[in-house]
């Protein structure tokens, strides 16, 4: 059997070797020592005795190890050779009683190099084992900015909690994305149990993604279960089979082709002119002619008696029940968080409504999901920077807004001292807090913004800590006012003692907002918008559609009212650009060239502030548990990427007090491991 199976690895080896040869590559394995640059020194970190994917094992650690193998790692030396008989030997022991000795590897970048035991992976390759046992030595290449290296590094911290090594993305921030859609901390320690369920589970989605084709995407395996994970969940994944796994993958599967996509957001920026009859996925519900009132449902997480953002999309309800009279029927449905917002979702599919707005970031895993079970319904979450085929988002250009609010803070202010009350770091609301600052710049070049987060300190807190910098002029959250009792915690006041005065308001006009996607519905125009792309769709609409506005008050001096009504005609007409360039960060770095504007996709990915901020975004430990909820769904990388950082520290900390793991000098591992010898 052994002579069978070395002729048919022989075989295997030698169509790679001649495959790769015709294709200019070298047809041998890939030498570690090859790989790392002779001029840097290299940290090592011994892991001791892991399992190793075999998938993963790419090469061996010095060149002269490689000769008797294809790039495949099958043999590629003729069946009389002392090595051919060495491999059966290998081959027969592990049909008859496994393989059990562990290898000797070194991993870099997540990818393993063999120094001893070649010939044994070269045999578990060939029978499709999954992992190998072995005693690795981490090297860590340097930082250097990258999103690949930073990508691993955000692997090692993921691996000092999970010890999982097989799962891989190909998008930062998609590890602690991981942990949180399974229910863990960020920096909570995997049990063996834990470890072994979750293996078992990747492998079954793995078959489930092989049989459905995803060998063919450039995304990675974990790209695809992280999407499915956030559509279906844990629990489900565990319960399902193989072909169960697959069937869902088939409803979601544009979504895990999205992943491949470089830029797989489409971002409109004003309502489209065109009008079409096209139909396709997303339209299959609306006839050419409605003949029936359109019922149209409003997901709520709360409540508008205890909520302005809720209040506010309340008031856009009502607002397109009036323009549309007859031709819709509204409904509501609060509290959607207080239960399973799935099944809110599903009860309103259930009512017969075929428009569906989930009206916070905190809806929209529940929102792909029944999009995704329910293709013939419409379905659009209030939210920005989501890639999903099946659902679109919309979400205003409230930075214009803050870019006024902070120029009129500046012009009145003698100090040039304001406050800024951000609520949670999410898409979006990083942009309102440079173009505050950035306005406040215009009208006063010695202008600082000292920044606090109510999710953070809470509202009263974050204000307080303000109040007691001697500072008067206090933008606070963008929601307008909603509550008698509450109408001068909104917007950009005027605080002196106990005494607050209300002077320029943000104001998002949700009614406008849904009375032109409404008619875009009616009249087909979204409907052709989504079947002339392959992208996700992010509506993005400003002042110039009419769905950001400035409210000012009555007691401000005329002069100041001029500059608002100009500001805002300016920004309409896109004469005036908040996000000019060259942009100043707090670290020096400087963004952007002369007199350009940034695009839309680095406004809305801003993870930095500049250099007249005073303050930093919170971590997510920082944060208050609603905060960390809404964080989970739509926060910007920036406090991911915090969050590794701290995890990355905790690691070196731990490191530094196991000298025997860490701070050896470059390439004394690498000597003493390979002092053991020839493998077997």
């Given at each position: 059997?052994?002579?069978?199976?070395?002729?048919?690895?022989?075989?295997?080896?030698?169509?790679?070797?001649?495959?790769?040869?015709?294709?200019?590559?070298?047809?041998?394995?890939?030498?570690?020592?090859?790989?790392?640059?002779?001029?840097?020194?290299?940290?090592?970190?011994?892991?001791?005795?892991?399992?190793?994917?075999?998938?993963?094992?790419?090469?061996?650690?010095?060149?002269?190890?490689?000769?008797?193998?294809?790039?495949?790692?099958?043999?590629?030396?003729?069946?009389?050779?002392?090595?051919?008989?060495?491999?059966?030997?290998?081959?027969?022991?592990?049909?008859?009683?496994?393989?059990?000795?562990?290898?000797?590897?070194?991993?870099?970048?997540?990818?393993?190099?063999?120094?001893?035991?070649?010939?044994?992976?070269?045999?578990?390759?060939?029978?499709?084992?999954?992992?190998?046992?072995?005693?690795?030595?981490?090297?860590?290449?340097?930082?250097?900015?990258?999103?690949?290296?930073?990508?691993?590094?955000?692997?090692?911290?993921?691996?000092?909690?999970?010890?999982?090594?097989?799962?891989?993305?190909?998008?930062?921030?998609?590890?602690?994305?991981?942990?949180?859609?399974?229910?863990?901390?960020?920096?909570?320690?995997?049990?063996?149990?834990?470890?072994?369920?979750?293996?078992?589970?990747?492998?079954?989605?793995?078959?489930?993604?092989?049989?459905?084709?995803?060998?063919?995407?450039?995304?990675?395996?974990?790209?695809?279960?992280?999407?499915?994970?956030?559509?279906?969940?844990?629990?489900?994944?565990?319960?399902?089979?193989?072909?169960?796994?697959?069937?869902?993958?088939?409803?979601?599967?544009?979504?895990?082709?999205?992943?491949?996509?470089?830029?797989?957001?489409?971002?409109?920026?004003?309502?489209?002119?065109?009008?079409?009859?096209?139909?396709?996925?997303?339209?299959?519900?609306?006839?050419?002619?409605?003949?029936?009132?359109?019922?149209?449902?409003?997901?709520?997480?709360?409540?508008?008696?205890?909520?302005?953002?809720?209040?506010?999309?309340?008031?856009?309800?009502?607002?397109?029940?009036?323009?549309?009279?007859?031709?819709?029927?509204?409904?509501?449905?609060?509290?959607?968080?207080?239960?399973?917002?799935?099944?809110?979702?599903?009860?309103?599919?259930?009512?017969?409504?075929?428009?569906?707005?989930?009206?916070?970031?905190?809806?929209?895993?529940?929102?792909?999901?029944?999009?995704?079970?329910?293709?013939?319904?419409?379905?659009?979450?209030?939210?920005?920077?989501?890639?999903?085929?099946?659902?679109?988002?919309?979400?205003?250009?409230?930075?214009?807004a803050k870019f006024i609010l902070g120029a009129v803070a500046g012009s009145l202010s003698d100090s040039g001292k304001l406050g800024y009350v951000c609520d949670y770091p999410i898409y979006g609301?990083?942009?309102?807090?440079?173009?505050?600052?950035?306005?406040?710049?215009?009208?006063?070049?010695?202008?600082?913004?000292?920044?606090?987060?109510?999710?953070?300190?809470?509202?009263?807190?974050?204000?307080?800590?303000?109040?007691?910098?001697?500072?008067?002029?206090?933008?606070?959250?963008?929601?307008?006012?909603?509550?008698?009792?509450?109408?001068?915690?909104?917007?950009?006041?005027?605080?002196?003692?106990?005494?607050?005065?209300?002077?320029?308001?943000?104001?998002?006009?949700?009614?406008?907002?849904?009375?032109?996607?409404?008619?875009?519905?009616?009249?087909?125009?979204?409907?052709?918008?989504?079947?002339?792309?392959?992208?996700?769709?992010?509506?993005?609409?400003?002042?110039?559609?009419?769905?950001?506005?400035?409210?000012?008050?009555?007691?401000?001096?005329?002069?100041?009212?001029?500059?608002?009504?100009?500001?805002?005609?300016?920004?309409?007409?896109?004469?005036?650009?908040?996000?000019?360039?060259?942009?100043?960060?707090?670290?020096?770095?400087?963004?952007?060239?002369?007199?350009?504007?940034?695009?839309?996709?680095?406004?809305?990915?801003?993870?930095?502030?500049?250099?007249?901020?005073?303050?930093?975004?919170?971590?997510?430990?920082?944060?208050?548990?609603?905060?960390?909820?809404?964080?989970?769904?739509?926060?910007?990388?920036?406090?991911?990427?915090?969050?590794?950082?701290?995890?990355?520290?905790?690691?070196?900390?731990?490191?530094?007090?196991?000298?025997?793991?860490?701070?050896?000098?470059?390439?004394?591992?690498?000597?003493?491991?390979?002092?053991?010898?020839?493998?077997?």
């Amino acid at each position: 059997m052994s002579e069978i199976n070395y002729k048919d690895a022989l075989k295997l080896g030698q169509k790679e070797a001649q495959s790769r040869k015709a294709n200019g590559e070298s047809p041998a394995l890939p030498a570690l020592d090859d790989l790392l640059p002779a001029d840097k020194p290299t940290t090592v970190v011994n892991l001791g005795l892991v399992p190793i994917p075999i998938k993963q094992i790419v090469g061996t650690k010095t060149g002269g190890r490689s000769s008797a193998f294809a790039a495949n790692f099958m043999p590629i030396l003729e069946e009389n050779s002392e090595f051919a008989t060495k491999w059966k030997h290998l081959c027969e022991a592990h049909i008859t009683e496994g393989i059990h000795d562990p290898i000797k590897a070194y991993e870099y970048k997540n990818r393993f190099y063999v120094l001893e035991g070649n010939k044994r992976v070269s045999v578990l390759k060939f029978f499709g084992a999954d992992t190998i046992e072995g005693v690795v030595t981490r090297i860590l290449p340097e930082r250097d900015g990258s999103d690949e290296i930073e990508l691993y590094y955000e692997f090692v911290a993921f691996y000092q909690y999970s010890k999982i090594n097989f799962i891989e993305f190909s998008k930062r921030g998609s590890y602690t994305a991981l942990q949180t859609v399974l229910g863990k901390e960020l920096d909570e320690e995997w049990t063996i149990d834990e470890q072994r369920t979750f293996a078992a589970a990747y492998h079954k989605f793995d078959k489930a993604y092989t049989a459905s084709g995803g060998e063919k995407l450039q995304s990675t395996i974990g790209d695809a279960m992280l999407s499915y994970l956030k559509i279906y969940g844990y629990e489900e994944l565990i319960a399902s089979d193989a072909d169960e796994i697959k069937k869902n993958l088939g409803k979601m599967w544009e979504d895990v082709k999205l992943k491949d996509a470089d830029e797989p957001i489409e971002l409109k920026t004003e309502p489209p002119e065109e009008k079409s009859q096209h139909q396709g996925l997303i339209s299959r519900v609306l006839s050419p002619t409605i003949s029936h009132a359109l019922q149209v449902a409003f997901i709520y997480d709360g409540t508008p008696a205890k909520s302005g953002w809720v209040h506010e999309h309340e008031e856009g309800r009502i607002y397109v029940q009036k323009i549309f009279e007859d031709k819709i029927d509204t409904i509501t449905y609060p509290n959607a968080l207080d239960g399973d917002p799935y099944d809110t979702i599903a009860q309103a599919i259930d009512d017969g409504c075929e428009v569906i707005f989930t009206t916070s970031p905190r809806l929209i895993s529940a929102s792909v999901k029944a999009a995704v079970e329910h293709p013939d319904v419409i379905i659009m979450n209030c939210s920005l920077n989501l890639s999903s085929r099946y659902i679109a988002t919309y979400y205003a250009r409230m930075y214009e807004a803050k870019f006024i609010l902070g120029a009129v803070a500046g012009s009145l202010s003698d100090s040039g001292k304001l406050g800024y009350v951000c609520d949670y770091p999410i898409y979006g609301q990083i942009a309102g807090i440079n173009a505050f600052a950035i306005g406040a710049q215009l009208t006063n070049p010695r202008a600082q913004v000292y920044l606090e987060w109510s999710s953070v300190k809470g509202a009263e807190g974050a204000a307080k800590a303000l109040a007691e910098q001697d500072i008067h002029f206090i933008s606070s959250q963008d929601t307008a006012k909603f509550l008698e009792d509450d109408r001068d915690t909104y917007g950009l006041s005027y605080v002196v003692d106990d005494h607050r005065e209300v002077l320029v308001d943000s104001v998002w006009c949700w009614g406008k907002y849904y009375e032109e996607i409404l008619n875009r519905i009616f009249d087909k125009t979204l409907q052709a918008e989504y079947n002339k792309t392959d992208k996700a769709l992010n509506y993005y609409w400003g002042m110039s559609s009419g769905v950001v506005d400035v409210w000012c008050s009555e007691t401000l001096i005329a002069p100041t009212r001029k500059l608002i009504d100009f500001l805002k005609e300016s920004i309409r007409q896109n004469i005036c650009i908040p996000f000019l360039t060259p942009l100043t960060t707090q670290s020096g770095e400087v963004i952007g060239e002369d007199q350009k504007s940034l695009t839309l996709e680095q406004i809305i990915n801003m993870d930095y502030l500049v250099d007249n901020v005073i303050g930093e975004i919170p971590t997510y430990d920082e944060l208050s548990p609603m905060g960390k909820a809404t964080v989970d769904t739509a926060g910007i990388e920036k406090s991911q990427n915090d969050i590794v950082k701290e995890a990355e520290k905790k690691s070196s900390d731990e490191k530094t007090a196991d000298k025997k793991a860490t701070d050896e000098k470059p390439g004394d591992t690498a000597q003493d491991a390979e002092k053991d010898g020839d493998e077997q």
